[in-house]
């Protein structure tokens, strides 16, 4: 049985760029230790945009633009670009595709026992990957750092965490 820790969205525009916040700010330490502690497997992914961004539905409703593919914003920052030594996804959309086909090959190579989620946001990208997760491997278990995550605001944290208890997925407060 294998563990895979998948490391969402830790990039520069969302920890103290234009998106960034003082919640995503103060996990960075915490992340860090959880990467270096981990026994298994870890993903990362990116959130990716074109120069196109603000012509997109998402572009439209949150007009900021964000982790424009090859700006430094779209980087992984720089205390997490060195454990950065496996998978990394770019990802267009909240929940990748690629990921979850990538979780389910990975499970079909050697069974996975969990899926633990660590990053940004916790109401947008964590939730949706994590839940993703849980359709395309139901019976692994799905675990969610929330001393790893953070959220657009506290409260938006607080309510992603709340909703994905109801879904079966395990919430845990393991690092920082």
Request: with cysteine; charged share 20%; aromatic share 6%.
């Amino acid at each position: 049985m294998q563990n895979i820790l998948v490391v969402v969205d830790m990039q520069n525009d969302f920890i103290d760029g234009a998106l960034g916040t003082k919640e995503a700010a103060a996990i960075v330490p915490g992340v860090q230790q959880k990467i270096r502690d981990f026994q298994g497997k870890v993903f990362f992914t990116r959130d990716t945009h074109g120069t196109d961004y603000m012509s997109t539905q998402e572009g439209q409703k949150l007009p900021v633009p964000h982790c424009i593919k090859g700006t430094d914003g779209w980087q992984i920052h720089p205390d997490l670009q060195p454990l950065c030594q496996g998978t990394l996804i770019d990802k267009v959309t909240f929940g990748s595709s690629e990921l979850a086909a990538l979780l389910q090959a990975e499970d079909q190579k050697e069974p996975v026992d969990s899926i633990t989620f660590i990053g940004l946001c916790t109401d947008i990208c964590v939730i949706s990957n994590a839940l993703l997760a849980k359709a395309f491997l139901p019976e692994a278990k799905i675990i969610v750092d929330a001393s790893c995550c953070a959220g657009v605001t506290p409260e938006s944290h607080r309510n992603a965490l709340e909703a994905m208890k109801v879904c079966q997925i395990q919430i845990e407060e393991s690092c920082c």
